[in-house]
């Protein structure tokens, strides 16, 4: 699964930093995990943490960054946590890893490496500098380490989020096609560019109804705008429009390039379909390819009564997930999933 995601991100250019999970488990151990993530994903792989301890015996982790070291509170399952010097014994192996940091971080920075060669070690704020320019071009991956289930490590990870991540407008014009005349064109990820958005989730929810979740790539969306689906030349209108916290909804009017939105009560878009404003230069973004499913089994209703009801259950099914198809086999007249 982890191979086939990487691939994915690999195709689509998506930045990324890698979190290694379960250090507290039996058999955990953090550099084989490196190893294995060069070996089997290809990927340079730069550790800028690492774990002190492991499996039940996992208490904290060092920051190679800012070379100190991240101690957790057992009692408080990670909450709290205190940040101090390094452990004696493992000064050694954090010197050795931050010169292997460093070496990689500095690539990237005429200045920082000019100093580097002059004898001045980089700063933090200039090695995190650095590292969010490996992030963004793909020159090295950073790697994390932790146990998400007692929230241990869970808090450094969110730093490196907001510190190496790209932000909406980091990423590069978006490829797509001119509506009328099929010639590529980009959208900037600006408010003040024409309308694109991206529906990439279906999700049917017993209080609202269909939600189409959207990624807007550039411009403004507004409540009670029409649109045009130019993948299947449908109109749409924006009814409700709300951001999602896990189970928890917000009505909101307007949201903006970068912004990630549900909206309510489109009828004819599908996953991977694009939304624009019809007057505004309309935009067919480049589509989610879904892989082709690899078994198939027969499904029968227990009684004749229930033809009805499991027809609108596949369809449900099949308008969340494109990869889910519903046939018939002719010679049968079986449901083929």
Known sequence: QTETV?????????PRIV?????????????????SIRDRLGAKAVPIQFPIGSESSLSGLVDIVAMNSVVWDNDALGANFTVGPIPDDLVEKANEARQYLIDN????????????LDGVEPSEEVLKK??????????????????????????TL????????????????????????????????????????????IMDDPFVGSLTFCRIYSGKMETGMGLLNST??????????LLMHSNNREDIKEAYAGDIVALAGLKDTRTGDTLCDPLKSPVILERMEFPAPVIEIAVEPKTKADQEKLGVALAKLASEDPSFTVSTDHESGQTIL
């Open 6 to 14: 990487w691939r994915q991100a690999d195709k689509y250019r998506v």
């Open 19 to 35: 979190f290694v999970n379960k250090m507290d488990k039996i058999g955990a151990d953090f550099d084989a995990s490196v190893q």
């Open 105 to 116: 971080a500095v690539e990237l920075d005429d200045e920082a490496m000019e100093a580097y």
């Open 130 to 155: 650095c590292i969010r320019k490996a992030v963004l071009t793909g020159a090295f991956y950073p790697i994390l380490c932790g146990s998400a289930f007692k929230n241990k490590g869970v808090q």
């Open 158 to 201: 969110l730093d490196a989020v907001v510190d190496y991540l790209p932000s909406p407008v980091d990423i590069p014009p978006t490829p797509g096609i001119d509506y009328k005349t099929e010639e590529p064109v980009t959208r900037k990820a600006s408010d003040e560019e024409p309308l694109s958005v991206l529906a990439f989730k």
């Open 232 to 241: 299947r030349d449908r109109k749409e209108r924006v009814g409700r429009m």
